[in-house]
């Protein structure tokens, strides 16, 4: 082999082990094993991959019988945001619960415990937590996944949450640097701003991401967000101040820094997916999310063939793409180093998720209402799902209850007649409405006033971020809607 050869196949070989992409299907295609072969390091999985944690188990076994080493990433947050149960909901409750019960013992044991899960089904890279603290409350994306608005709690409990998941040997990445939860925007849809100054951002928004480095996170994930006060004119994913400067600079940050989804539109709106891995290479990035929307073998190549071409044009330093497909790397051998033995299994706590949720519950009781003991009619107030949870996930409370209380009957009600629906459907029977952020959704709030009037007994069960005042005969808080806290909170309605 020539040396111009070798030259070509080190920076392909590069090229790829900054990407991260996922796939189609519950088994692994052959291009994605050929391309594991030829360099690729790191491979995602989404909802669309995951049948069962048994299934996974088998998947990434088949993806390592390529490259021991390969990082296996996932989103999952525990709560709403789940990929491991993604069909039936999680077993975890998700960072706002956590953050209510602030308790950073429990948070510890519960991201252990779901990293054990994760470690098990053979993945060893989380694209968790989020480290976001939710100063807006009509954020559109963010809300129930943060720990709060509170910038110390968050900071603590991101802290904790690293701490426990990495015991498990499964790396963590705080997101979204430098901070997501004072936009109106989801960075899905189109770019958020957030016109605070520089000050605000250092005292609010970076605190959770020094307690983070300060944790040992192997990894951060960069927010495709404009922040004017650090960088007037380019998204922080894209963004030489933000990522080197500010990150690895001033932080002092040394480890891996992936992008948020780069087929997201505030990066492929407004730069093409292709400009924007090249700009984010450059920017500081060392890896490459994409696979969200973008999962085929045409996806991987022209990534892979943008960043070669950027570098033979000079618009990427080679030592850049080097330098950042060696701390990949560098994460991959940490992942391979702090695999789980077999006897991790002995310190499985399969009963801390229910805890966690059944702590979190708040419950505000008008009166002296008595615990359900008939089969009530649960509707079911259903926003449009974010992105990042899914629309394919169960929510709510009404399989739970069903359990407690055979025959219970359930309805989904969406836009300005929900509340004249649900009460028409409701009949006779107690009504149990269940609603997710109330607070961002008028057509919500007017559905419930209609019910409330009409049906003052009526139990309220806010899954979102709940609001300042409680309302409802019995209004129960479980600050997410992942299926544990909807066992909890039907176990609280049925007075079990």
Known sequence: ?????????????????????????????????????????????????????????????QLRAEREDLLVAIDEEGGDVTRLEVRTGSSFPGNHALGAVDDVGLTRAVAAELGRRLAAAGVNFNWAPSADVNSNPDNPVIGVRAFGSDTDLVARHTAAYITGMQSSGVATSAKHFPGHGDTGIDSHHAMPRIDVGADVLAERDLVPFRAAIAAGSRAVMSAHILVPALDPELPATLSRRILTDLLRGELGYDGLIVTDGIEMKAIAGTYGI??????????????????????????????GDALVEAVRAGELPEERLADAAERVRSLSRWAAENRPTDGASDTADGDVGLRAARRALRVTVAGEPAPLTEAPYVAAFTPVANIAVGDETPWGVAAELGRLLPGTETGSFHGADAGREALAAAGSRRIVAVVRD???????????????????????????????????????????????????????????
């Open 1 to 61: 082999m020539t040396t111009l050869a070798r030259a070509t196949d080190t920076l392909t070989r590069d090229a790829l082990a900054v990407l991260q992409p996922g796939f189609a299907g519950t088994t692994a295609p052959d291009w994605l094993l050929r391309r594991i072969g030829e360099g690729l390091a790191s491979v995602a999985l989404f909802g669309r991959n995951v049948t069962s944690p048994e299934q996974v188990a088998a998947l990434t076994a």
């Open 274 to 303: 292709e400009r924007g891995t090249v700009m984010a290479i450059a920017a500081g990035a060392d890896a490459i999310c994409v696979g969200g929307g973008l999962h085929d073998e045409g996806t991987v190549r022209r990534l």
């Open 438 to 496: 109330e607070h961002r959704h008028p057509w919500m709030a007017a559905a419930l006033d209609v019910l409330l009037a009409a049906r003052p007994d009526t139990v309220v069960v806010e899954m979102g971020v709940p609001r300042a005042e409680p309302r409802g005969a019995v209004h129960l808080a479980t600050h997410g809607a992942a299926r544990v806290c909807g066992r909890a909170a039907a176990e609280a309605i049925a007075g079990v």
